[in-house]
């Protein structure tokens, strides 16, 4: 059975992978100029 709160885990767990990824993707852009 899946409860609300592994959804909840899962979606931080996906935020948390998607905001890293775009602060290194930011950083690598800046660092290009």
Same mark, same amino acid.
């Given at each position: 059975?899946?409860?609300?709160?592994?959804?909840?885990?899962?979606?931080?767990? +996906?935020?948390?992978? +998607?905001?890293?990824?775009?602060?290194?993707?930011? +950083?690598?852009?800046?660092?290009?100029?």
């Amino acid at each position: 059975m899946v409860t609300l709160q592994s959804y909840i885990v899962v979606g931080v767990i +996906f935020a948390l992978i +998607f905001i890293v990824t775009g602060i290194a993707i930011w +950083f690598d852009q800046r660092n290009e100029r």
